[in-house]
């Protein structure tokens, strides 16, 4: 009988060490000879993108490449050369009614004096943009603008202008001319803008 108490014991004794050995604290002895108790810690972890300093973490930040950022430099120039070349030319934007990409009367008329601009100015092109209001998803605005960018290309193309010489985009209501929230400013904002290409 003792014989399985001490079998039993034994294996309950390993068990108990297996058990909570992982948690167990370790003694060390410092270099004055008293000892002291320290907690097994995790091996630290870092993350990509990271770099570990004396325990600390340091998140390494990303720097916009050199050549990134002389693109987006050479596009704003380029966007500020093409606005003025456009305002210079006296060519108009045409404004449509909410939800609409048919060319009122008024379109028409600065629509009939760009066109003018265009023959006489044949190594000249554009892009026509098509703008919305803020009202309307996303998706629904991006469509409607490529309609009024187009409605405004064939136009001009009736009026005997070159298809080849105007490019269509739309933006939706990504970028509006006018923030405020009002009918007004929703009236700057649905538009066939106009740009002067300088390339």
């Given at each position: 009988?003792?014989?399985?108490?001490r079998?039993?014991?034994?294996?309950?004794?390993?068990?108990?060490?297996?058990?909570?050995?992982?948690?167990?604290?370790?003694?060390?002895?410092?270099?004055?000879?008293?000892?002291?108790?320290?907690?097994?810690k995790?091996?630290?972890?870092?993350?990509?993108?990271e770099?570990?300093?004396?325990?600390?973490?340091?998140?390494?930040?990303?720097?916009?490449s050199?050549?990134?950022?002389?693109?987006?430099?050479?596009?704003?120039?380029?966007?500020?050369?093409?606005?003025a070349?456009?305002?210079?030319?006296?060519?108009?934007d045409?404004?449509?009614?909410?939800?609409?990409?048919?060319?009122?009367?008024?379109?028409?008329?600065?629509?009939?004096?760009?066109?003018?601009?265009?023959?006489?100015?044949?190594?000249?092109?554009?892009?026509?943009?098509?703008?919305?209001?803020?009202?309307?998803t996303?998706?629904?605005?991006?469509?409607?603008g490529?309609?009024?960018?187009?409605?405004?290309?064939?136009?001009?193309?009736?009026?005997?202008?070159?298809?080849?010489?105007?490019?269509?985009?739309?933006?939706?209501?990504?970028?509006?001319?006018?923030?405020?929230?009002?009918?007004?400013?929703?009236?700057?904002?649905?538009?066939?803008?106009?740009?002067?290409?300088?390339?």
């Amino acid at each position: 009988m003792s014989r399985v108490y001490r079998g039993t014991g034994v294996v309950v004794a390993v068990g108990c060490l297996l058990l909570f050995a992982p948690g167990c604290s370790k003694t060390l002895e410092g270099t004055s000879g008293s000892k002291t108790t320290e907690q097994a810690k995790p091996a630290p972890v870092t993350l990509p993108g990271e770099e570990r300093v004396a325990d600390e973490i340091v998140v390494a930040k990303a720097e916009p490449s050199s050549e990134a950022a002389q693109a987006s430099k050479q596009r704003t120039q380029e966007m500020q050369m093409e606005q003025a070349a456009t305002t210079k030319a006296g060519l108009e934007d045409v404004f449509f009614a909410f939800d609409s990409w048919q060319i009122k009367d008024e379109g028409k008329q600065a629509l009939n004096v760009n066109g003018q601009w265009l023959k006489a100015n044949e190594g000249k092109s554009l892009t026509i943009e098509g703008h919305c209001d803020e009202r309307g998803t996303q998706a629904y605005n991006l469509v409607l603008g490529e309609k009024r960018a187009k409605a405004v290309r064939s136009y001009l193309v009736d009026l005997g202008v070159d298809a080849k010489r105007l490019a269509v985009t739309s933006y939706g209501k990504d970028r509006p001319f006018c923030r405020e929230h009002n009918e007004d400013c929703y009236q700057q904002n649905r538009r066939g803008h106009l740009v002067l290409r300088v390339k």
